[in-house]
């Protein structure tokens, strides 16, 4: 732990001292170029937020970062101090951030880049208008203590680092992880009640706030603006160069390629000429087009490969999870069922979950055809049928990710008439067939986000660090790491979720439908992936979570055996419709069951 | 007011060229490429150089760059689709978003490295003649923009529902993987994509950068992004979409733009587009399938 | 005589292997099916075969002929076509629009009509949608085109990923049918990938296919032993 902290510390040391002394080496059109170069890295890193964290392409940044240097010069050209000028200046680009988003709710992915070049456009010929009448002879005079070049680079370097702190706290809390939610597995960021339009306009707004906060301190050390270049459209596709060859999410990589591109060539120029003024931007570009086709990650990605071989001595736990006794793991973990949820909606009903009439249908195809069926409270129902049989439909119908008609109750209380972000706080937690989670970020990151309903603070509060987010935080880890727990996953919360195998992260998601306190469980091939042996031990666990921790579920399973076995009764679909229920045994025995679904046996080998 | 609406009309008619090359390569490979300006641009630039510099000892005529246009603007086409965009496929729609403003970026950056900021004069391929109908004067490269849009548009469509290369790029289209099981040479639709675009694109900016009266770098690309803003509207998968949006836009641009100001202009356009994309994400024609 | 052996072959995606060393054959004019219960590696097997994923080792022969890492469009041309999971609809194009992709890599324009007439006469149904949109079909009509569109080439061997796949029983005794007619009167090979037990009514040889491994295999008559044991097998562990 230690040794692999002792490099970072020195470097980081070593940055800091650099940064605060820089100022005595340098002269003052060196420093000013460094100040008005960390103006951009301010614009880089609100839009990273976009970009890197929630996937969203905005191409008109540079049109922003001119939003808030002529708001911030509105105001301080009027009177304003330049805190009020500042304050102004990050709210009035965040406002505007907002409205270029706007599509992005009803729109995914390349269209909504396409609403902000439509604004990019707009907004750069704005200033040829105003030029002359608004801000020809008015000038935003600094106080005293701000007036020197040097105390604008300390506000500069101030400004980053302050930025820079906040990104962490969006990254480290509910904020960021519904950002992440939004960009990583979109569609159903909902299952962990994460309500994607808000999220993206969340997104917008705090990219528009940081990129303001750039635009003012541009717009204080100009004073005044008589050249629109870098508010222009290049400037705004240089932009989104330097967040992908800095490397999304990568703060301190953005940092290099924007210093790279708008304090070096400056500095360099008076010893090579000016000429490396244009080509230092033509070889980022070209690096660039490199990055995006060899090394997705960026400038990030490198340095985050020299780290790990820098600090490869310590050794990589076991990837699978560590043997546990299911039912004392489970006793152990009973605190994982308290949970904020009123009491109206906690009380023993009889039948937890009933779906009548319910079906699904995509274009010409019927997915799920009147299927009606009934969950107990506190038992295991499994959900059986050959491929395309509609299990997963019937899955995304209570998740609400299908188009569905019918009737879905749960505790009495119509499901399909309500927003399906509010399921999971409503105690309905569910996996994917395919891995519902962001891969990206780590076990401990992931089991926190499906608790997402839980941390009920103002996601600001969380990023900001105010208030109750911090206590909520604290709690919410310690709930994390009691799930990873049940499961002998707790020696990989660190990791990667990525860099696991494929059954593990199955666990892993298991374990963070379990944390995210559901009454309701419901879970879509839980043994895929899994040895045999695991498979098995799967049931015990299934037992243990419905005897200890008082769940039910209901388990999409090809594993015959593990039906049979842990089931207290079962659907069988085939063709979107249902044909059998009953105890597993009942079930299985009928020959309409046999003749849809041939499950694994455990065959011998023939001749 | 018939040569304001002409001369919108001329814009409009570039616009959709460019527009109908992004249609193309989307219908073909579902990558919105931001490249397909620069890349003509590119190609201008090196033709008028040549006009003004000679090459190898001969002036070749302002004709012949509008034709070198084209051909450095399909190669480029080509070389992008083999080096950048085919690595990508398989990779999330925004890489390979990226990966083309990188290719538009870079060559833009380039132009202002070789030639420096100061405008290129970009004299008429077809000649400076003109016509008088009805008191409104004509320049003879503003109806060839008009009869060449003309010409593309019908000559992409027929291709697309006529011929069987056409059947394999919409097949391409809807799904990549059948289409290679069924014996579509999909690497092939791609390249062809590219290349045509890039031809577009060549021809759109020797004319464009008439009517403009010059060329500078990135100013394909703003035309592109105004065309984008049109094809959004028309709706992204939809040619004939594309194609009334990109005039729609073009005459906004070429008669509000004139009468008016720039300034307006872009605001419409703006206002346009958020409103379309809130109100029918797909665009006024496009399929279901752009907005999903 | 062997039209596709499949020797050894490893495969997977990126660092996951899914195949660890599946052989198999394909006679002239014979119906193969392969089985497997869901993530046994049966598609990973067909994805690999017809080039779309890359093989870690082993091989692939059509005549004789090394095929291993070829693509799907040059195996088209070859004679081998891949009806896919799900049925592989061109959502956007009308029927007969499907249709005429599948004949794409055929140049003789009559043989093209041939095809299409043939097909026409065995899916009247085709031929009274043929400027409907594939996505809006039914199920049952979609695994009709799937199978009509994959004749158009006039292949030599059909590789039938999943018919049953969302099919009702009766819908995929049907689609089970028209594959035994296509390879009945035009002498089509077909590889049935299938985990429904009632493709081995159509097998001239099985194999079973588990975790990644052939587990077991069996020709003429052996093939109703082995139905006869997958259900057992699947009834003794169920019940």
Same mark, same amino acid.
């Given at each position: 732990?230690?040794?692999?902290?002792?490099?970072?510390?020195?470097?980081?040391?070593?940055?800091?001292?650099?940064?605060?002394?820089?100022?005595?080496?340098?002269?003052?059109?060196?420093?000013?170029?460094?100040?008005?170069?960390?103006?951009?890295?301010?614009?880089?890193?609100?839009?990273?937020?976009?970009?890197?964290?929630?996937?969203?392409?905005?191409?008109?940044?540079?049109?922003?970062?001119?939003?808030?240097?002529?708001?911030?010069?509105?105001?301080?050209?009027?009177?304003?101090?330049?805190?009020?000028?500042?304050?102004?200046?990050?709210?009035?680009?965040? +406002?505007? =951030?907002?409205?270029?988003?706007?599509?992005?709710?009803?729109?995914?992915?390349?269209?909504?880049?396409? @609403?902000?070049?439509?604004?990019?456009?707009?907004?750069?010929?704005?200033?040829?208008?105003?030029?002359?009448?608004?801000?020809?002879?008015?000038?935003?005079?600094?106080?005293?203590?701000?007036?020197?070049?040097?105390?604008?680079?300390?506000?500069?370097?101030?400004?980053?680092?302050?930025?820079?702190?906040?990104?962490?706290?969006?990254?480290?809390?509910?904020?960021?992880?519904?950002?992440?939610?939004?960009?990583?597995?979109?569609?159903?960021?909902?299952?962990?009640?994460?309500?994607?339009?808000?999220?993206?306009?969340?997104?917008?707004?705090?990219?528009?706030?940081?990129?303001?906060?750039?635009?003012?301190?541009?717009? !204080?050390?100009?004073?005044?603006?008589?050249?629109?270049?870098?508010?222009?459209?290049?400037?705004?596709?240089?932009?989104? =160069?330097?967040?992908?060859?800095?490397? @999304?999410?990568?703060?301190?990589?953005?940092?290099?390629?924007?210093?790279?591109?708008?304090?070096?060539?400056?500095?360099?120029?008076?010893?090579?000429?000016?000429?490396?003024?244009?080509?230092?931007?033509?070889?980022?570009?070209?690096?660039?087009?490199?990055?995006?086709?060899?090394?997705?990650?960026?400038?990030?990605?490198?340095?985050?490969?020299?780290?790990?071989?820098?600090?490869?001595?310590?050794?990589?736990?076991?990837?699978?999870?560590?043997?546990?006794?299911? %039912?004392?793991?489970? =006793?152990?973990?009973?605190?994982?069922?308290?949970?904020?949820?009123?009491?109206?909606?906690?009380?023993?009903?009889?039948?937890?979950?009933?779906?009548?009439?319910?079906?699904?249908?995509?274009?010409?195809?019927?997915?799920?055809?009147?299927?009606?069926?009934?969950?107990?409270?506190?038992?295991?129902?499994?959900?059986?049928?050959?491929?395309?049989?509609?299990?997963?439909?019937?899955?995304?119908?209570?998740?609400?990710?299908?188009?569905?008609?019918?009737?879905?109750?749960?505790?009495?209380?119509? +499901?399909?008439?309500?927003?399906?972000?509010?399921?999971?706080?409503?105690?309905? @937690?569910?996996?994917?067939?395919?891995?519902?989670?962001?891969?990206?970020?780590?076990?401990?990151?992931?089991?926190?986000?499906?608790?997402?309903?839980?941390?009920?603070?103002?996601?600001?509060?969380?990023?900001?660090?105010?208030?109750?987010?911090?206590?909520?935080?604290?709690?919410?880890?310690?709930? =994390?790491?009691?799930?990873?727990?049940?499961?002998?996953?707790?020696? +990989?919360?660190?990791?990667?979720?990525?860099? +696991?195998?494929?059954?593990?992260?199955?666990?892993?998601?298991?374990?963070?439908?379990?944390?995210?306190?559901?009454?309701?469980?419901?879970?879509?091939?839980?043994?895929?992936?899994?040895?045999?042996?695991?498979?098995?031990?799967?049931?015990?666990?299934?037992?243990?979570?419905?005897?200890?921790?008082?769940?039910?579920? %209901?388990?999409?399973?090809?594993?015959?055996?593990?039906?049979?076995?842990?089931?207290?009764?079962?659907?069988?679909?085939?063709?979107?419709?249902?044909?059998?229920?009953?105890?597993?045994?009942?079930?299985?025995?009928?020959?309409?069951?046999?003749?849809?679904? !041939?499950?694994?046996?455990?065959?011998?080998?023939?001749? | 007011?018939?040569?304001?609406?002409?001369?919108?009309?001329?814009?409009?008619?570039?616009?959709?060229?460019?527009?109908?090359?992004?249609?193309?390569?989307?219908? #073909?490979?579902?990558?919105?490429?931001?490249?397909?300006?620069?890349?003509?641009?590119?190609?201008?630039?090196?033709?008028?150089?040549?006009?003004?510099?000679?090459?190898?000892?001969?002036?070749?005529?302002?004709?012949?760059?509008?034709?070198?246009?084209?051909?450095?603007?399909?190669?480029?086409?080509?070389?992008?689709?083999?080096?950048?965009?085919?690595?990508?496929?398989?990779?999330?729609?925004?890489?390979?978003?990226?990966?083309?403003?990188?290719?538009?970026?870079?060559?833009?950056?380039?132009?202002?490295?070789?030639?420096?900021?100061?405008?290129?004069?970009?004299?008429?391929?077809?000649?400076?003649?003109?016509?008088?109908?009805?008191?409104?004067?004509?320049?003879?490269?503003?109806?060839?923009?008009?009869?060449?849009?003309?010409?593309?548009?019908?000559?992409?469509?027929?291709?697309?529902?006529?011929?069987?290369?056409?059947?394999?790029?919409?097949?391409?289209?809807?799904?990549?993987?059948?289409?290679?099981?069924?014996?579509?040479?999909?690497?092939?639709?791609?390249?062809?994509?590219? #290349?045509?675009?890039?031809?577009?694109?060549?021809?759109?900016?020797?004319? /464009?950068?008439?009517?403009?009266?010059?060329?500078?770098?990135?100013?394909?690309?703003?035309?592109?992004?105004?065309? /984008?803003? #049109?094809?959004?509207?028309?709706?992204?998968?939809?040619?004939?979409?594309?194609?009334?949006?990109?005039?729609?836009?073009?005459?906004?641009?070429?008669?509000?733009?004139?009468?008016?100001?720039?300034?307006?202009?872009?605001?419409?356009?703006?206002?346009?587009?958020?409103?379309?994309?809130?109100?029918?994400?797909?665009?006024?024609?496009?399929?279901?399938?752009?907005?999903? | 005589?062997?039209?596709?052996?499949?020797?050894?072959?490893?495969?997977?995606?990126?660092?996951?292997?899914?195949?660890?060393?599946?052989?198999?054959?394909?006679?002239?004019?014979?119906?193969?099916?392969?089985?497997?219960?869901?993530?046994? *590696?049966?598609?990973?097997? &067909?994805?690999?075969?017809?080039?779309?994923?890359?093989?870690?080792?082993?091989?692939?022969?059509?005549?004789?002929?090394?095929?291993?890492?070829?693509?799907?469009?040059?195996?088209?041309?070859?004679?081998?076509?891949?009806?896919?999971?799900?049925?592989?609809?061109?959502?956007?194009?009308?029927?007969?629009?499907?249709?005429?992709?599948?004949?794409?890599?055929?140049?003789?324009?009559?043989?093209?009509?041939?095809?299409?007439?043939?097909?026409?006469?065995?899916?009247?149904?085709?031929?009274?949608?043929?400027?409907?949109?594939?996505?809006? &079909?039914?199920?049952?009509?979609?695994?009709?085109?799937?199978?009509?569109?994959?004749?158009?080439?006039?292949?030599?061997?059909?590789?039938?990923?999943?018919?049953?796949?969302?099919?009702?029983?009766?819908?995929?005794?049907?689609?089970?049918?028209?594959?035994?007619?296509?390879?009945?009167?035009?002498?089509?090979?077909?590889?049935?990938?299938?985990?429904?037990?009632?493709?081995?009514?159509?097998?001239?040889?099985?194999?079973? &296919?588990?975790? *990644?491994?052939?587990?077991?295999?069996?020709?003429?008559?052996?093939?109703?032993?082995?139905?006869?044991?997958?259900?057992?097998?699947?009834?003794?562990?169920?019940?």
């Amino acid at each position: 732990m230690s040794r692999r902290d002792l490099p970072s510390r020195v470097s980081g040391l070593a940055l800091i001292t650099v940064v605060l002394l820089a100022p005595a080496f340098m002269n003052v059109p060196q420093t000013a170029i460094v100040t008005s170069a960390s103006c951009v890295a301010l614009v880089a890193l609100g839009l990273d937020v976009l970009v890197g964290s929630t996937g969203q392409l905005s191409l008109a940044h540079a049109a922003l970062f001119g939003v808030g240097c002529f708001s911030a010069l509105g105001l301080g050209t009027h009177g304003a101090p330049w805190l009020l000028a500042f304050a102004g200046a990050a709210a009035m680009t965040s +406002l505007t =951030a907002v409205v270029v988003g706007l599509p992005a709710l009803r729109i995914r992915g390349l269209q909504v880049a396409i @609403a902000s070049l439509a604004f990019q456009q707009f907004a750069q010929q704005i200033p040829n208008k105003w030029d002359q009448v608004k801000f020809v002879g008015k000038t935003f005079d600094p106080p005293s203590y701000l007036a020197g070049v040097t105390s604008q680079y300390y506000l500069g370097v101030a400004l980053v680092v302050g930025v820079l702190l906040v990104l962490a706290g969006l990254r480290r809390t509910r904020g960021g992880r519904s950002l992440l939610a939004v960009r990583d597995v979109e569609q159903r960021a909902v299952a962990f009640g994460v309500a994607t339009g808000r999220t993206k306009l969340f997104a917008y707004a705090v990219s528009g706030a940081i990129t303001g906060l750039g635009g003012a301190l541009f717009a !204080l050390q100009q004073t005044s603006v008589s050249d629109t270049q870098p508010f222009i459209l290049r400037e705004s596709l240089l932009l989104v =160069a330097i967040v992908v060859v800095g490397g @999304a999410r990568s703060p301190i990589g953005i940092l290099i390629a924007a210093f790279a591109t708008k304090a070096v060539p400056g500095l360099l120029a008076p010893q090579f000429g000016s000429g490396i003024q244009l080509l230092i931007p033509v070889i980022l570009a070209g690096v660039l087009v490199l990055s995006v086709v060899l090394q997705p990650e960026g400038i990030g990605g490198v340095l985050r490969g020299l780290r790990d071989e820098l600090g490869a001595v310590t050794e990589r736990p076991v990837p699978r999870p560590l043997a546990t006794d299911p %039912v004392l793991a489970a =006793a152990r973990a009973r605190s994982l069922r308290e949970v904020p949820r009123p009491l109206t909606q906690r009380l023993p009903v009889p039948a937890l979950l009933v779906a009548s009439q319910v079906s699904v249908r995509y274009g010409g195809v019927v997915a799920l055809a009147d299927v009606d069926l009934e969950v107990r409270r506190n038992e295991i129902v499994g959900l059986i049928g050959a491929n395309g049989a509609g299990k997963s439909t019937l899955f995304n119908a209570v998740s609400g990710l299908a188009p569905t008609t019918g009737s879905i109750t749960y505790r009495g209380r119509e +499901l399909l008439t309500a927003p399906a972000a509010g399921r999971s706080a409503r105690g309905v @937690a569910r996996t994917f067939q395919d891995m519902g989670l962001v891969r990206a970020e780590t076990v401990r990151e992931n089991v926190l986000l499906a608790q997402g309903w839980m941390a009920q603070y103002p996601a600001v509060t969380g990023m900001l660090a105010l208030g109750a987010a911090v206590s909520t935080e604290r709690e919410l880890r310690h709930r =994390a790491d009691q799930a990873l727990e049940l499961f002998g996953l707790e020696h +990989l919360a660190d990791e990667r979720l990525g860099d +696991l195998p494929y059954g593990t992260m199955r666990i892993v998601e298991i374990a963070a439908a379990v944390a995210s306190g559901p009454d309701l469980l419901m879970l879509d091939e839980a043994s895929a992936g899994l040895t045999p042996e695991e498979a098995h031990a799967l049931g015990d666990r299934f037992r243990a979570l419905r005897d200890e921790l008082g769940l039910t579920l %209901v388990v999409i399973e090809h594993h015959v055996p593990l039906i049979a076995d842990t089931c207290d009764y079962c659907y069988c679909l085939e063709s979107g419709a249902l044909i059998a229920e009953g105890t597993p045994a009942q079930v299985t025995a009928q020959p309409r069951v046999v003749e849809s679904f !041939l499950g694994r046996g455990t065959l011998e080998p023939v001749g | 007011m018939l040569s304001a609406l002409v001369l919108g009309l001329a814009y409009a008619s570039a616009y959709s060229m460019l527009a109908l090359a992004v249609v193309l390569i989307y219908s #073909g490979t579902r990558v919105l490429s931001l490249a397909v300006g620069e890349i003509g641009a590119f190609g201008l630039y090196a033709g008028l150089w040549s006009h003004d510099n000679g090459l190898l000892g001969v002036r070749p005529p302002v004709f012949a760059a509008a034709l070198v246009a084209m051909l450095i603007g399909g190669v480029l086409g080509l070389v992008v689709e083999r080096l950048v965009m085919r690595p990508l496929l398989g990779r999330p729609a925004l890489d390979s978003l990226v990966a083309t403003l990188a290719v538009a970026l870079f060559l833009a950056l380039l132009e202002l490295k070789l030639y420096g900021l100061d405008p290129f004069p970009a004299p008429s391929p077809v000649g400076d003649g003109s016509v008088e109908i009805g008191g409104a004067t004509l320049t003879v490269t503003e109806m060839t923009l008009l009869g060449l849009a003309a010409v593309v548009a019908l000559g992409l469509w027929l291709f697309l529902t006529r011929t069987s290369f056409g059947l394999a790029t919409r097949a391409t289209t809807s799904d990549p993987t059948v289409a290679r099981l069924l014996g579509v040479p999909v690497n092939r639709v791609y390249v062809f994509s590219w #290349g045509v675009a890039g031809l577009l694109s060549g021809a759109a900016a020797a004319l /464009l950068a008439n009517l403009t009266g010059s060329l500078t770098p990135f100013s394909l690309t703003s035309a592109l992004l105004s065309a /984008l803003a #049109g094809a959004v509207i028309g709706g992204l998968d939809s040619l004939g979409g594309a194609v009334v949006g990109s005039l729609a836009v073009g005459l906004v641009n070429g008669i509000v733009g004139s009468r008016v100001d720039p300034t307006t202009s872009a605001g419409v356009i703006f206002v346009a587009v958020l409103v379309v994309l809130v109100v029918r994400p797909r665009g006024l024609l496009g399929s279901a399938r752009v907005a999903a | 005589m062997t039209l596709l052996e499949v020797r050894d072959l490893c495969s997977g995606y990126g660092s996951l292997q899914v195949l660890f060393g599946v052989s198999l054959e394909v006679g002239e004019g014979e119906v193969v099916a392969l089985m497997g219960s869901n993530g046994a *590696g049966k598609t990973t097997t &067909l994805r690999t075969v017809t080039g779309l994923l890359r093989a870690m080792s082993g091989t692939v022969h059509l005549d004789g002929r090394p095929v291993t890492g070829t693509t799907p469009e040059r195996l088209v041309s070859a004679g081998v076509v891949m009806v896919p999971e799900g049925r592989g609809m061109l959502r956007d194009l009308t029927v007969a629009e499907n249709l005429a992709v599948g004949a794409y890599s055929v140049t003789d324009k009559l043989q093209v009509g041939a095809s299409l007439d043939r097909v026409y006469a065995t899916f009247p149904i085709l031929h009274e949608r043929r400027e409907q949109k594939a996505g809006t &079909l039914s199920g049952g009509q979609q695994q009709m085109l799937a199978l009509g569109r994959a004749l158009m080439a006039s292949p030599r061997l059909m590789l039938v990923d999943e018919a049953s796949l969302g099919l009702s029983p009766v819908m995929t005794e049907r689609a089970f049918s028209l594959i035994a007619e296509v390879n009945r009167t035009l002498g089509v090979a077909v590889l049935i990938v299938e985990q429904n037990v009632l493709a081995l009514d159509l097998a001239d040889r099985a194999y079973v &296919l588990e975790k *990644g491994q052939v587990v077991a295999s069996a020709e003429g008559d052996a093939v109703r032993t082995m139905q006869g044991r997958l259900r057992t097998a699947y009834l003794g562990t169920a019940v």
